[in-house]
């Protein structure tokens, strides 16, 4: 069974940075996508960013292009979330998720097995 822990939101101000870690435990990390996805209040969980198992391949929403960078540390059982140029539309509960195991990486929810409890990321104007 696979465990996820999110970790590093907060409160920021517009343009400012965080950076969120999702700790991993179970089995075979390193052969599970990846995926970040957020969820804002009275609205539809979204895709955020994914990578694939090696780190090769990485996916993102166009919403956040450019401003967030997703990467994983295989040994470390780690995916991070390095977001900048924060916006307050960027508010909300993130999420990370994974795949069974040598699954590709994907926008899709339903693609995910495995769910973390959230961390709120509140950013203000």
């Known amino acids: 069974q696979v465990q996820l822990v999110e970790s590093g939101g907060g409160l920021v101000q517009a343009g400012g940075s965080l950076r969120l870690s999702c700790a991993a435990s179970g089995p075979a990390f390193s052969i599970r996508s990846m995926g970040w996805f957020r969820q804002a209040p009275d609205k539809e969980r979204e895709f955020v960013a994914a990578?694939?198992?090696?780190?090769?391949?990485?996916d993102y929403a166009d919403s956040v292009k450019g401003r967030f960078t997703i990467s994983r540390d295989n040994a470390g059982n780690t995916v991070y979330l390095q977001m900048d140029s924060l916006k307050p539309e960027d508010t909300a509960v993130y999420y990370c998720?994974?795949?069974?195991?040598?699954?590709?990486?994907?926008?899709?929810?339903?693609?995910?097995?495995?769910w973390g409890q959230g961390t709120q990321v509140t950013v203000s104007s």
């Open positions: 998720a994974a795949t069974k195991i040598r699954t590709g990486m994907s926008r899709y929810t339903g693609m995910y097995d495995y």
């Open positions: 990578i694939n198992w090696s780190g090769g391949r990485t």
